[in-house]
C-alpha cells in the first residue's frame, strides 16, 4: 500500500511528493489533466514568475494572516531557492524581488519537478480524476476516474477554480466541505475588469502607463503600470494588480469607479506647463487635433467631452487658465467605471477556500480530520502578482512533504 495519495500534480503536489519521497514515504499522485503542471507551464506569461524574494505578510490576503506567517517560519525564499537547486534547477533575480528559473522557461520547472518525482520513485498517473474520498476503519478511500485506492495519509493539492482552461476546478474544497470544513467563499482575483462605457469599442487597444487608484474608506489604494483598454473593459498589469480590491468592494455595489493618471510620469504643473508652452492665442487648430502632440487620439475625445471642449480650440483654449487645467485634471483623474471582472476564465488566481483556522500551519494537517492535508490555492490564502502564489504553494508542500 502506498503511504500517501496526491491529489494533484501541479505545483504544491509535486514538491509535497518529491519532499516525502526523500523521505522514504511510497507515493502516489493522481492527476487528472492528460499531463503534469498544466497550470505551472502558463505561469509568468511561460516564464514562471516562481518566487519573489521578500514575500512579506502584506503581499498575501486570507481571512487569517496569521496562518501564513506561521507557516512561513523557517522558511524564508533561501529555503525556496536551495529546493530548486537540489533538482538541479538554478534561480536568478529581477526586479521588484521577483524570482525566475534561470532558463526562463517554466517549461524546465515542469520537467525537472517531474523527473525528480520519477528518479525517487513517485508513481504519477495522469487523465485520472478523483471523484470522492471518504474514510473506511482509519483509511481514506479514494474513488476516481479509473477505480480506486486506499491510503492512511492524502493531500489535497487540487489548486482552485481559477483558469479552468487549465484544470481550475472547485474539487479540493468539495473534498475538504465533506470532511466538514469551513469554505471561505472565493472571488477571481488578478483579472481583467469588464465595465459598462459605451465608448469601449472607440478606446480598445491603447496602452498607456497609468496610476490606477481606487477610493478606499479614507484611503486610495494605488498601483502603477500598464494599462490596456479592450473592448470588453480595462486590462494590463496595474489592473490585475488593484482587482482584487475592486473585486472586493464589488460584492457590496454594482459599480466601482476607478482614477487613472494617464501621465503619471509628470505632475499637473509641468503638464499646464509643456501645453502653455504650444498653445497659440490666435490659432483655428482643433484643440482634439493639437492634443495629439501630448497624447493618444483615442483618448482625447473621451476626454474633451466631459468637459464640453470637443468642439473648441487651441485659440479658445488659450486665453482660458480654467480650462486648460480642468482638462489637464481629465488626464490625471480619468475616471473609468467597472461593474465585474472576465471571471475565472481570465483569473490568475482564486480567493477563498479552505478556511485555514481548522488547518495546523506547521504541518498542513486538517485540524478536524487526522491523515488528511491541504497545499497551496485550495487554502484560502492568495497573494500579489510577482511570484507570492507560486512561493506559497511551494512553501506549503515542503510542510507538507516533511509531515506526512
Ligand atoms: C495564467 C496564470 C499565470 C500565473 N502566473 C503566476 C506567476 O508567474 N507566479 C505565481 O506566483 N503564480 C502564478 N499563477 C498562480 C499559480 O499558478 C497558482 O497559484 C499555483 O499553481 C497553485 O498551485 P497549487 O499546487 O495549489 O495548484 P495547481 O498548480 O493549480 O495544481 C493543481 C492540480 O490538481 C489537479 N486536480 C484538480 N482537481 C483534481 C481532481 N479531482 N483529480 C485529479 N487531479 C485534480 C489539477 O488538474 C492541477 O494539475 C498563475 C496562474 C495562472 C492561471
Redesign the pocket.
Known sequence: MVNVVI???????MVTAIVAARRGKKVLI????NK?????L????G??????QRPTLDRFYSHNLKFIAQVFEGYSYQSIKQFFKSIGLELIEGKEGKVFPMSLQALSVVELLACECEELGVEIRCN????QIHKENNLYVIK?TQGKVSTPKVVI????I??PQ????I??VRFAQHFGHNIIKDFPT?VQLTSPRKDLKELAGVKVESRVSLKQGNQAIQKQGDVLFTAYGISGLAILDISRFVMEQLIHSSTVTLELDLMPKMSSDQLIALMKKSLRKKSQKPLEVWLQGFINKKLIRPILEPLKLDKATVGSISSNTIQLESMVNQIKAFSFTVNGSRGYKG???ATGGVDTREVDAKTMESKKEKGLYF????LDV??D?????????WV??MQAGESV
Do not use: P
Not at 493539492?157 to 482552485?160: L, Y
Not at 502578482?385 to 504553494?393: C, I, M, Q, S, W
Open positions: 491529489i494533484g500534480a501541479g505545483a504544491s503536489g493522481l492527476e487528472k489533466n503534469v503542471g498544466k497550470k505551472l502558463a505561469t509568468g506569461n516564464k514562471c514568475n516562481i518566487s519573489n485520472v480524476t478523483v471523484q476516481h493539492a487540487t489548486g482552485h481559477s483558469a487549465l484544470g481550475g476546478v474539487d479540493g488578478l483569473a490568475e488566481v497545499t497551496g490555492e485550495v492568495d497573494g502578482r510577482g511570484g507570492f502564489n507560486l512561493h506559497f504553494a506549503c508542500g
